[in-house]
């Protein structure tokens, strides 16, 4: 009777372990398809990308890929939380880092500068052909507004920024203006770099103090120093387009 209570524990605890096991197994092959769908997205646009694409890059079968993913847009909706999830963290930690709000910013120009390196202006296109993930990031940007413009008023209390801008009014210019940017056919006639750097140089401009001008002066002058050398390191580095 011991003996058969004793197999009994032993089988159990196996069958525990053999259940942990596969879900640190499917948590694992979750995050794997997770960025595997980011680079493809990013590189290619979505509407390009099949499931059988991702799947075939993992080295997957179709059906292990929706037994993890019950369709595409899922899998998009999974890609941009998880996106949004790595941006919080990143500005977090530069948060606890950062001596000033400018400072913060033009770290974030920078990342921004790197991502768009990175993406397929038909990334941005094809987003709005899934309305409810659309809806969500556009609902998640809108939020994200009430606390950009603390951050901004944070900077009027460093002396980074003037005391008599409505940032209200400037955070909402900014962001469309970066629609614009995507939604129209601007960068066909100006290099995409020169068409942001446009716009944040000279938003930031426009509201810095003249203590937050110099910061901004001293940056960008380090800034295109060391774009040039990459240039000249990297000859034939493109954006995509």
Do not use: W
Not at 26 to 44: C, M, N, Q, S, Y
Not at 131 to 139: G, T
């Amino acid at each position: 009777m011991e003996s058969l209570a004793i197999r009994s524990l032993i089988i159990k605890k196996r069958m525990m372990s053999d259940n942990a096991k596969e879900t640190s197994n499917r948590a694992e092959l979750r995050d794997r398809i997770i960025v595997k769908a980011t680079e493809a997205f990013t590189a290619h646009g979505i509407k390009s990308i099949t499931m059988d694409d991702i799947a075939t890059s993992l080295g997957i079968s179709k059906r292990t890929l929706y037994e993890v993913f019950e369709d595409k847009e899922t899998l998009l909706r999974e890609v941009l939380l998880k996106n949004q999830v790595d941006k919080n963290e990143f500005l977090e930690n530069l948060l606890a880092e950062s001596t000033n709000v400018l400072e913060v910013i033009l770290v974030c120009f920078q990342k921004s500068i790197e991502m768009f390196h990175k993406t397929n202006k038909r990334f941005f296109e094809d987003l709005k052909k899934y309305p409810s993930i659309y809806n969500m990031m556009k609902s998640s940007r809108e939020k994200e507004s009430e606390s950009t413009i603390a951050f901004f008023k944070s900077g009027v209390e460093q002396g980074i920024f003037r005391d008599d801008v409505n940032f209200a009014i400037i955070n909402l210019l900014v962001r469309e203006q970066f629609d614009l940017l995507l939604n129209t056919n601007i960068c066909s006639e100006y290099p995409f770099l020169e068409v942001y750097e446009s716009i944040m140089f000279t938003f930031i401009r426009g509201i810095a103090t003249e203590k937050g001008a110099k910061v901004l002066e001293t940056f960008i002058q380090e800034y295109r120093k060391n774009r040039i050398e990459r240039a000249e390191n990297n000859p034939f580095g493109l954006i995509n387009n």
